[in-house]
């Protein structure tokens, strides 16, 4: 006898304590037959504490219609952004840059936060993967 069968795999964006049965949860889950009370309550439980950020839920709905996820921290581009105060990075990146640098102090403490959704706890790694992000923002680092 075979696991369960993964039916989808899917990255919901959802400010933190606050999902609700309402789009983008309720239209999504619904499609998938997946019974949307045993995703939120859950999610809200774990995700309450966070603040008033947007975090990123990976779900991975079964044929059984059941479903496990993981809560991973704010998008790393909605860190450097908040950082920095600004709304949006440069439409052209490599050859429009954005006003505001990135300090290497300011590097270093978004990497301890997105640490803990990493594969790895070596925050130099971290902060080149940051540091490669910011880049695709035009943003650069001093």
Known sequence: MAGKQIKASLKLKIPAGKASAAPPVGSTLGQYGVNMMDFINPFNDQT??????????????????????????????????????????????????????????????IAEIKAHDMNTKRIDSVKKMVAGTARSMGVEIV
């Open 48 to 109: 309450r504490e966070l603040g008033n950020v947007t975090v990123t839920a990976h779900l991975t709905i079964f044929d059984d219609r059941s479903m496990t996820f993981r809560v991973v921290g704010q998008p790393t581009d909605d860190l450097i952004r908040d950082k920095l105060g600004i709304k949006k990075g440069s439409g052209k990146p490599n050859s429009e840059k954005i006003e505001k640098k990135l300090t290497d102090a300011q590097l270093t403490e």
